[in-house]
């Protein structure tokens, strides 16, 4: 399996977590899960997949924080994380993420502000719930405010 470069399996009614056993997934540089009824949290094997460049896991019922970790994934370049139900603020360390563009993580429980690490990339997407009279987040410099 090691040679897998491509799971897309978005939209096919998947229940249950995400395996833990994504490290065993040298090549694969990009992970589409979104739109299915996936539970539980991130595995830290998404991690030891070093190769990823597209993390699609939105509109799902992911639960957790966000784990400082994904800036182990130095070639990562795109990160969907939105509507799910995912905690906590968002870590200083997902600035260290030279290639990342797209950052979304709007319609979760994630509060707090942006660090200023993640407006330093000066990313073409960066989606969060910074709108409205008591906005969840705080963030100077997202693309996109939702409620």
Request: some cysteine; proline content about 4%.
């Amino acid at each position: 399996m090691g040679a897998l470069e491509i799971f897309d399996v978005h939209s096919n009614y998947i229940t249950g977590s995400i395996p833990d056993s994504l490290d065993d997934l040298s090549q694969l540089a990009e992970l589409i899960l979104f739109s299915n009824s996936l539970t539980g949290s991130i595995p830290y094997s998404i991690f030891e997949a070093t190769n990823l460049e597209i993390i699609a896991l939105s509109d799902n019922k992911i639960e957790g924080h966000l784990s400082s970790r994904f800036d182990d994934l130095e070639k990562l370049r795109e990160l969907y994380l939105w509507q799910n139900m995912l905690t906590g603020t968002i870590p200083d360390d997902f600035g260290k993420m030279p290639n990342l563009e797209h950052l979304e993580f709007n319609n979760n429980d994630i509060t707090g502000e942006v660090p200023s690490e993640v407006c330093d990339l000066e990313l073409v997407t960066l989606y969060a719930d910074c709108q409205g009279t008591s906005p969840q987040v705080e963030c100077a410099c997202c693309t996109m405010c939702w409620d």
